[in-house]
Structure formats: C-alpha cells, structure tokens
C-alpha cells in the first residue's frame, strides 16, 4: 500500500508495518468469551484487531485507506470504559487521520497512542512498551491487558508478564 519494495520473505512492510504475508490462522475460537475487568490498562493493536476490514483494504492507497476502515463495534463497546493505550504498526504520519477517524465512526476514544516509526511490529511494539507506556503507568504486568492480532507480539509481551490475547477471545 505505501509502495515500498520489501524482500519476499518479509511479513511486514519495512516501512508503513503493513502485513504482507497472511499466517495460518490459528487462533482459537472460544466459545465462552472472555470478559475484560474495567480496571485494566488496555494495549489496544490497530490493523487486524480494531479494524474489522484490514486484510480486505490492506492494498488501498493512503490517506484514502483509512476513511474505509470499519471497526469491531463489539469490541470497542467492551474496552471504551477502560484507559486504551493504541499501539500500531502504522506511520505516524497516519496519526492525526486515523485517530480522528476512531472518534468520529466509533465511540472509543483512544487515552494514548503510539506510532510506527519504521519498525516491524513484535520490535516496534516493545520499544514503546520500555519507553513510554511502562515508565509511565508501571512495571505491574496485572494492570494492563494487551488485546493484539500478531502471535510474535503477543509473545513479546508475554515476556513482560503482560497477558496478550487475540480479539476474538472477547468478541
């Protein structure tokens, strides 16, 4: 979409993190949905966990990307009582566009958020973790819950003993 050249055995463009390389999905579907305690810090993924419609627009040009972006509703009305930290794989320079387009089709307002700045996700992901969002808010991993669509970043995280689960534990 940003129309960088990549190697073909990347899974994320170096430039805009976009996903390149659709993994098997091998989520599991729970039946009994997990429930998310209002007194957690939520780090909130972008593409693939927000945006309900990632994959179909993952080729649309920006800025025109993001006015088609859809959101998962049901999500956002489970986390939009919590403090939401949004942590992408995006371009910063997507910021002001994507988080006015957040307020004005969904009801979720995003506390804080935190861009990509040529970075693939897991690495991206755990620079902002150790550089803002844990000198600000904690080293407690029990207070924050990280609902995120990459497997390697929801092991990053696991590394801090932040639980990391995908959205559709919850939706």
């Known amino acids: 979409a940003c129309e960088t050249k990549n190697d073909p ?39 693939y966990t927000l945006i309900s419609n990632s994959w179909s627009i993952r080729y ?11 959101y998962e509703h049901e999500l956002v009305d489970l986390i939009k009582d919590n403090y939401v930290i ?16 957040i307020e004005e089709n969904s009801d979720l307002k995003v506390d804080e958020s935190y861009w990509n700045f040529n970075r693939r996700p897991p690495e991206l992901k755990r620079y902002w973790l150790e550089k803002a969002v844990l000198p600000t808010h ?34």
Request: aromatic share 8%.
């Open 60 to 70: 649309e040009k920006l800025p025109g990307k993001i006015t088609k972006r859809k």
């Open 9 to 47: 055995e990347e899974k994320y463009c170096l430039n805009c993190g976009q996903k390149l390389i659709e993994d098997e999905d091998d989520t599991e579907i729970k039946e009994n949905k997990l429930t998310i305690p209002k007194d957690k810090i939520i780090l909130l993924d972008l593409n």
């Open 86 to 101: 949004l942590i992408t794989a995006s371009p910063y320079c997507t910021s002001y566009d994507s988080l006015k387009h």
């Open 138 to 171: 904690g080293n407690n991993p029990d207070r924050y819950l990280a609902i995120e669509s990459n497997k390697d970043t929801r092991a990053m995280y696991a590394e801090f003993g932040i639980e990391a689960r995908p959205k559709s534990d919850f939706i």
